[in-house]
């Protein structure tokens, strides 16, 4: 009884369409721009890398989804016997694509293990390529002062879109690549199931992000963004750990790119543009707080529903305006970064002085701290280092780092 | 069954948590800096 009431309840009034559609549409994208906003606040907010190339490590999961997890998918279903027209060439991969993924989406929607194994194996990949670009972009960038940085990496993300565009194989040059639907075997709205993901995906970043911060490695990312010179000066390897921490958060940036085509069952390099994976996220930043998660959250979630809201009603806003409605989203990205730099430069929420949980501030004020430096390890190589990251996630704590 | 009915309320469920949560933390670690912040103050005053 009580599960058939529950059940007239969440299935009552609630078709997608419409408001909710907007509400979906809403939903997936605040997750989006919570994992890039998040990665981005890691960076800068917290190591004070000034990473104006976000838009690259999110084409590189979009890329993903295209170039490997879409071969794979053809190769896979052609081996399992179905009938594809050839794809093999660059002319038969961009014009045989819709017909192949319409052959294909038939044959996914009595797959759903298939298709969810796709997922997780182009959300692997692209983590792992996301690295490897972070690395990469980091190799002739990471030793130059935050200006220079910001402008290699920003030529960074408009060459890599320029070799989306004309590099057919990839995701099909200017005219894009329809994406097989790994959900079709799922009877209603997959974008619904696309959402759910990736708020999930969202709130899992955010809690890896919190024990990292929380941790010893997030102590050393703060004093390196405070001084690096000192932070040198001690035996640090300061550009070894700002290459780690570009790569890491490259990573996690790249899973929102195969989140997106996804969500859209499509891919061209023009959805990943500059403006909107850099600056949006950037506006969400400041606007936010940087070096602060709730801040950044609070700067997803204002910006991204004004954004959807003027993109959804613009013919209604188009009646109010006297210019044309178009041109609104970047007036806003401009009016709301220069009022947030003018009146507000620490963000709606400002970051906190640093709290350690667990530490017993009363305790280590009266105590007289014992220090013995013999048993101490190594200064180089503790806390810096993929392996750093990998202890800190672990739970291990490090004594160097503190 | 109407599945996207109830994935839509699920989806509205994580979307509530996720910022409930963080809301959550986020006083959490303020009232505990401002607890060991006052016990600092205290201790100074105390040894003065």
Known sequence: ?402 | MDWDSILFWVMIAIWVIMPAFIVYEEIRERRALAESEAATEELEVANE
Do not use: H
């Open chain 1, 1 to 402: 009884m009580i599960q058939e009431i529950a059940l007239g309840l969440l299935t009552s009034g609630v078709a997608v369409g419409g408001a909710s559609r907007l509400i979906v549409d809403i939903a997936m994208y605040f997750g989006l721009f919570v994992i890039v906003a998040m990665a981005l606040n890691f960076q800068y907010g917290n190591a004070g890398i000034p990473n104006m190339g976000c838009a690259v490590q999110v084409i590189i999961g979009g890329f993903t989804v295209s170039a490997i997890t879409t071969r794979l998918i053809l190769t896979l279903v052609g081996n399992a016997g179905v009938e594809l027209l050839p794809w093999t060439s660059d002319y038969d991969w961009v014009y045989n694509n819709p017909s192949n993924v319409a052959i294909v989406n038939t044959w996914l929607s009595g797959e759903p293990l298939f298709g969810i194994s796709m997922l997780l194996f182009t959300l692997a990949v692209s983590l792992v390529l996301g690295a490897i670009i972070g690395w990469i972009i980091a190799l002739p960038a990471i030793r130059l002062r935050a200006t220079y940085l910001m402008i290699v990496l920003i030529t960074m993300a408009d060459a890599s879109q320029i070799f989306g565009r004309n590099i057919v194989w990839i995701s099909g040059g200017t005219l894009g690549l329809f994406i097989p639907d790994i959900f079709k075997w799922y009877p209603g709205d997959r974008t619904i199931v696309m959402a759910i993901i990736t708020l999930l995906i969202g709130l899992i970043s955010f809690f890896i992000f919190r024990t990292m911060l929380n941790s010893p490695y997030g102590r050393l990312m703060r004093a390196i963004r405070e001084n690096e010179v000192t932070v040198g000066s001690v035996g640090k390897n300061v550009v070894g750990i700002r290459r780690n921490i570009l790569m890491f958060a490259s990573g996690i940036t790249a899973i929102s790119g195969s989140l997106l085509a996804f969500y859209f069952s499509y891919v061209v390099e023009a959805n990943y543009q500059r403006a909107l994976w850099t600056y949006w996220p950037w506006l969400m930043l400041i606007l936010g707080g940087p070096g602060n998660n709730a801040g950044t959250f609070l700067g997803c979630a204002l910006v991204i529903a004004v954004r959807r809201v003027i993109i959804v009603e613009k013919w209604f806003l188009q009646e109010v305006f006297f210019f044309p409605v178009a041109y609104f989203e970047q007036i806003l990205l401009g009016v709301l970064l220069i009022a947030v730099i003018m009146f507000r430069p620490n963000g709606l929420i400002p970051e906190k002085l640093l709290y350690i949980p667990g530490v017993n501030y009363r305790k280590l004020v009266d105590e007289e701290a014992i220090v013995d430096w013999r048993g101490a390890p190594k200064a180089r190589g503790v806390s810096s280092g993929i392996s750093g990251i990998f202890r800190t996630l672990g739970g291990k704590k490090e004594e160097a780092g503190d």
